[in-house]
């Protein structure tokens, strides 16, 4: 029984016994086991691993012990970031040398670029890192400066998801491997006295740790008098862990966010407003949210940024909710803005109908995310787009920046909505409707949605214009014609309306266009006639030589259609009185011819060679109107006469100036 109770005494004693037998056995000199190229990675492996199972309380290290674990540390880390290698170097002056001298500081003769050292095998990664622990431990008494800053310096190994530079180059496999090292290296700064504070301040603000190891050394200012100084100026930084550090200590600190710290930092008068927003987001409190938000009413850019970003870095459920309510309330448009692209950017739904919104923003970003959310969003934006193009209320500005949107919805329901616009009072309202209609014009029920409205408003406002340029231009002769099968049909209000305002350029499409064959002939000469309607109303009608010439034209036109009526007459039964006033008539009608036909030759003899030009071109004018009547089909000719008509001229008058005398 003491045979076996001596045992297990022996077995619980050996850590004690082999913790103070050992303190005498860890050589460091230059002939020891640790960093010993000449050793095996074995050997060193176990004496690394030995030390680090040693209490090193019971461990007395002498100055010089402690000078060579810092060369040791200083000599053997992985790589060491220096912040002055990429900073170019100043060229050597060789204006004072003689030439040999210059040509033994040749720069280019003198470049030697040196290989990069090999990289470590994982094997030899594996021990290092277990070497480095065991000095960090060995060391984790000292607080010297030298030593304190060296073993910081190990915290600047990469993170697993950190882009390492090529001078830096570990594998990707090696990377977690550090994370002893790191883990050791903080145990001992964690461990250090407040007034070392001065190092970790200055390893932070150089840039060389990774963010995520800067942020493990956020709590040590915690223990530093005016630690909260510190703190407020890492809020500034962009990193999102290092500020997340920064909120979680500066709120377990300040509980409420009513506490003067905060309050100063707010005052618009603070050179430092722009820090205030991540701390103030921290706090689950309505009245801090609306104190951080209208922190986006403040002049200055680099607050406007900084309160936004703070909004972005991290949401939460509570300040979705908190972003939904508020918008419910008045706000400044750039607060509104704000909450309207802190809910785009998270997908909530509320967002589909404010987005639009975002499309006026100042900054060019911000309106390309809304503009890339609309297009994202496609059939779900949709009816927000009508509610919002039919709305009255909707100003022009945001109007002209929606339309656009509905080129992406080319259907029958948009095509009602646009139609309205189309005399919308500015321009370029109605112009962005004319787009929308240019693109979906070859689909038959806008064809027929514009027919309608065309014959119905068939008047000189602006939609019943572009209607008609639309249809004439693209050469759709449904315009012009009614019916499904009979082409030829005319819608005769239409003609002539089109014949009144449409130009030549159209015509000439659209006649190009027309089918059938004999449409296009009746076009033609319909527009011709027109044209030649035109061209005599174009000319000085207070001619005097064109003036006779009209009145005898209806004195001609009047004996015509007495001889029509005499004719008549003869061959009914009348009585003789009624028969000598119709012949009367004809007399008097004669004399008034013969002294019209006088007069018109006189004042032709007389007239300039003006006037006698504009008579002439008169005279053939209405000889090609003439003409072209004669070349209509009989069933063609009332929309001719229709049309003399609303000139003032008559096919009877017309052929009554052909009976002028020559002259």
Request: proline content about 7%; hydrophobic content about 40%; glycine content about 2%.
């Given at each position: 029984?003491?045979?076996y109770?001596?045992?297990?005494?022996?077995?619980?004693?050996?850590?004690?016994?082999?913790?103070c037998?050992?303190?005498?056995?860890?050589?460091l000199?230059?002939?020891?086991?640790?960093?010993?190229?000449?050793?095996?990675?074995?050997?060193?492996?176990?004496?690394?691993?030995r030390?680090?199972?040693?209490?090193?309380?019971?461990?007395?290290?002498?100055?010089?012990?402690?000078?060579?674990?810092q060369?040791?540390?200083?000599?053997?880390?992985?790589?060491?970031?220096?912040?002055?290698?990429?900073?170019?170097?100043?060229?050597i002056?060789?204006d004072?040398?003689?030439s040999?001298?210059?040509?033994?500081?040749d720069?280019?003769?003198?470049?030697?670029?040196?290989?990069?050292?090999?990289?470590?095998?994982?094997?030899?990664?594996?021990?290092?890192?277990?070497?480095?622990?065991?000095?960090?431990?060995?060391?984790?008494?000292?607080?010297?400066?030298?030593?304190?800053?060296?073993?910081?310096?190990?915290?600047?190994?990469?993170?697993?998801?950190?882009e390492?530079?090529?001078?830096?180059?570990?594998?990707?496999?090696?990377?977690?491997?550090?994370?002893?090292?790191?883990?050791?290296?903080?145990?001992?700064?964690?461990?250090?006295?407040?007034?070392m504070?001065p190092?970790?301040?200055?390893i932070?603000?150089?840039g060389?740790?990774?963010?995520?190891m800067?942020?493990?050394?956020?709590?040590?200012?915690?223990?530093?008098?005016?630690?909260a100084?510190?703190?407020?100026?890492?809020?500034?930084?962009?990193?999102t862990?290092?500020?997340?550090?920064?909120?979680?200590?500066?709120?377990?600190?300040?509980?409420?966010?009513?506490?003067?710290?905060?309050k100063?930092?707010?005052?618009?008068?603070?050179?430092?407003?722009?820090?205030?927003?991540?701390?103030?987001?921290?706090?689950e409190?309505s009245?801090?949210?609306?104190?951080?938000?209208?922190?986006?009413?403040?002049?200055?850019?680099?607050?406007?940024?900084?309160t936004?970003?703070?909004?972005?870095r991290?949401?939460?459920?509570?300040?979705?909710?908190?972003?939904?309510?508020?918008?419910?309330?008045?706000?400044?448009?750039?607060?509104?803005?704000?909450?309207?692209?802190?809910l785009?950017?998270?997908?909530?739904?509320?967002?589909?109908?404010?987005?639009?919104?975002?499309l006026?923003?100042p900054?060019?970003?911000?309106?390309?995310?809304?503009h890339?959310?609309?297009?994202?969003?496609?059939?779900?934006?949709?009816?927000?787009?009508?509610?919002?193009?039919?709305?009255?209320?909707?100003?022009?500005?945001?109007?002209?920046?929606?339309?656009?949107?509905?080129?992406?919805?080319?259907?029958?329901?948009?095509?009602?909505?646009?139609?309205?616009?189309?005399?919308?009072?500015?321009?370029?309202?109605?112009?962005?409707?004319?787009?929308?209609?240019?693109?979906?014009?070859?689909?038959?029920?806008?064809?027929?949605?514009?027919?309608e409205?065309?014959?119905?408003?068939?008047?000189?406002?602006?939609?019943?214009?572009?209607?008609?340029?639309?249809f004439?231009?693209?050469?759709?002769?449904?315009?012009?014609?009614?019916?499904?099968?009979?082409?030829?049909?005319?819608?005769?209000?239409?003609?002539?309306?089109?014949?009144?305002?449409?130009?030549?350029?159209?015509?000439?499409?659209?006649?190009?266009?027309?089918?059938?064959?004999?449409?296009?002939?009746?076009?033609?000469?319909?527009?011709?006639?027109?044209?030649?309607?035109?061209?005599?109303?174009g000319?000085?009608?207070?001619?005097?030589?064109?003036?006779?010439?009209?009145?005898?034209?209806?004195?001609?036109?009047?004996?015509?259609?007495?001889?029509?009526?005499?004719?008549?007459?003869?061959?009914?039964?009348?009585?003789?009185?009624?028969?000598?006033?119709?012949?009367?008539?004809?007399?008097?009608?004669?004399?008034?011819?013969?002294?019209?036909?006088?007069?018109?030759?006189?004042?032709?003899?007389?007239?300039?060679?003006?006037?006698?030009?504009?008579?002439?071109?008169?005279?053939?004018?209405?000889?090609e109107?003439?003409?072209?009547?004669?070349?209509?089909?009989?069933?063609?000719?009332?929309?001719?006469?229709?049309?003399?008509?609303?000139?003032?001229?008559?096919?009877?008058?017309?052929?009554?100036?052909?009976?002028?005398?020559?002259?």
């Open positions: 029984m003491n045979r109770f001596l045992r297990i005494m022996i077995i619980l004693l050996i850590p004690f016994f082999g913790g037998l050992s303190t005498k056995n860890v050589n000199s230059e002939t020891g086991t640790l960093f010993n190229n000449n050793r095996s990675f074995d050997a060193r492996e176990v004496e690394a691993m030390i680090l199972r040693l209490n090193i309380d019971r461990i007395e290290l002498r100055p010089e012990d402690i000078t060579r674990l060369d040791l540390l200083e000599t053997n880390m992985f790589f060491v970031p220096n912040p002055e290698a990429s900073q170019k170097q100043e060229p002056n060789t004072n040398l003689p040999f001298g210059k040509q033994e500081y720069e280019n003769r003198m470049r030697r670029p040196s290989p990069p050292p090999p990289a470590p095998s994982r094997r030899e990664t594996q021990v290092r890192i277990l070497e480095i622990q065991a000095v960090i431990r060995l060391l984790s008494r000292d607080y010297s400066p030298r030593t304190f800053l060296l073993i910081l310096e190990q915290l600047s190994y990469p993170m697993p998801e950190e390492l530079s090529p001078n830096q180059a570990i594998r990707e496999e090696d990377r977690d491997m550090y994370h002893p090292i790191r883990e050791e290296a903080l145990r001992y700064v964690y461990s250090a006295d407040a007034e504070y190092y970790v301040w200055q932070i603000q150089s060389r740790l990774p963010p995520q800067s942020a493990r050394l956020v709590p040590f200012f915690r223990r530093v008098p005016h630690g100084v510190y703190l407020f100026t890492l809020l500034q930084r962009e990193e862990v290092i500020v997340d550090t920064v909120v979680q200590e500066l709120a377990s600190i300040y509980p409420d966010h009513n506490n003067p710290q905060l100063e930092i707010l005052d618009p008068a603070r050179f430092n407003q722009h820090i205030a927003g991540p701390w103030i987001f921290s706090y409190d009245d801090a949210f609306i104190l951080g938000i209208n922190l986006m009413n403040s002049p200055d850019p680099k607050v406007q940024e900084a936004k970003r703070a909004l972005f991290r949401p939460t459920p509570w300040l979705t909710q908190e972003a939904v309510n508020t918008l419910d309330t008045p706000q400044t448009p750039a607060v509104r803005m704000l909450l309207i692209e802190f785009a950017r998270q997908n909530h739904p509320l967002s589909l109908y404010f987005i639009h919104e975002l006026l923003h900054q060019s970003s911000v309106r390309s995310f809304a890339q959310f609309i297009i994202t969003a496609d059939a779900t934006y949709y009816p927000y787009l009508i509610e919002h193009l039919t709305n009255p209320d909707t100003p022009e500005p945001l109007l002209l920046a929606l339309m656009p949107y509905t080129l992406n919805f080319l259907r029958l329901s948009t095509a009602e909505v646009m139609l309205p616009l189309l005399d919308h009072p500015t321009s370029a309202v109605s112009v962005q409707s004319q787009q929308f209609f240019r693109q979906i014009i070859q689909q038959t029920n806008i064809q027929e949605l514009l027919l409205t065309y014959r119905q408003n068939l008047t000189a406002k602006a939609s019943t214009l572009f209607i008609m340029e639309l004439m231009s693209n050469g759709l002769t449904q315009i012009i014609t009614y019916g499904k099968t009979e082409k030829e049909l005319v819608y005769e209000p239409s003609l002539f309306f089109l014949l009144t305002h449409a130009n030549d350029d159209l015509w000439q499409t659209s006649i190009t266009q027309a089918k059938p064959a004999t449409l296009q002939v009746f076009l033609n000469r319909i527009v011709d006639l027109q044209r030649l309607i035109q061209s005599s109303r000319i000085d009608q207070t001619n005097n030589i064109i003036q006779i010439s009209k009145e005898l034209t209806e004195v001609n036109r009047k004996l015509q259609g007495q001889r029509e009526e005499q004719q008549r007459l003869f061959n009914q039964i009348i009585n003789n009185r009624d028969n000598n006033q119709s012949l009367d008539n004809t007399q008097e009608l004669r004399h008034q011819r013969d002294q019209l036909t006088v007069a018109l030759r006189q004042n032709f003899s007389r007239g300039n060679a003006q006037q006698k030009e504009a008579f002439l071109r008169y005279q053939s004018i209405i000889q109107i003439n003409t072209s009547l004669l070349s209509l089909r009989v069933d063609q000719r009332p929309i001719a006469e229709t049309l003399l008509r609303r000139a003032g001229l008559s096919t009877e008058w017309i052929q009554s100036f052909q009976m002028l005398p020559p002259l």
